[in-house]
């Protein structure tokens, strides 16, 4: 099993930044994918940003340039950079983490991010 814990996120003004982390703990062994999604109320759960085992990175088109995803391996955390935020990015934020074998997912309780003046 794997526990994810997500903090920092918040309240904050449009063109504003914020930085979520997700810690994890547990069994990663074998985890190649490390992601975040959202989801705001009304809608589906949609992919942010992830970053694979090898170091490469995906990001949704909403978030091109403006996002970042980065992980540090020694403190098992990844990090979501958001700057120039906009009132449409307020959401939940969830953490994800995807084992291949045996093909699992993991997913953190969220964040709340909240994009108001």
């Known amino acids: 099993q794997v526990q994810l814990v997500e903090s920092g996120g918040g309240l904050v003004q449009p063109g504003g930044s914020l930085r979520l982390s997700c810690a994890a703990s547990?069994?990663?062994?074998?985890?190649?994918?490390k992601g975040w999604y959202r989801q705001a109320p009304g809608n589906q759960r949609e992919l942010v940003a992830a970053i694979t085992s090898d170091g490469s990175t995906n990001y949704s088109d909403f978030v091109k340039g403006r996002f970042t995803i980065t992980r540090d391996n020694a403190k098992n955390t990844v990090y979501l950079q958001m700057n120039s935020l906009k009132p449409e990015d307020t959401a939940l934020y969830y953490c994800?983490?995807?084992?291949?074998?045996?093909?699992?997912?993991?997913w953190g309780q969220g964040t709340q991010v909240t994009v108001s003046s």
């Open positions: 994800n983490y995807k084992r291949l074998w045996p093909k699992s997912d993991y």
């Open positions: 547990g069994s990663i062994f074998g985890i190649y994918s």
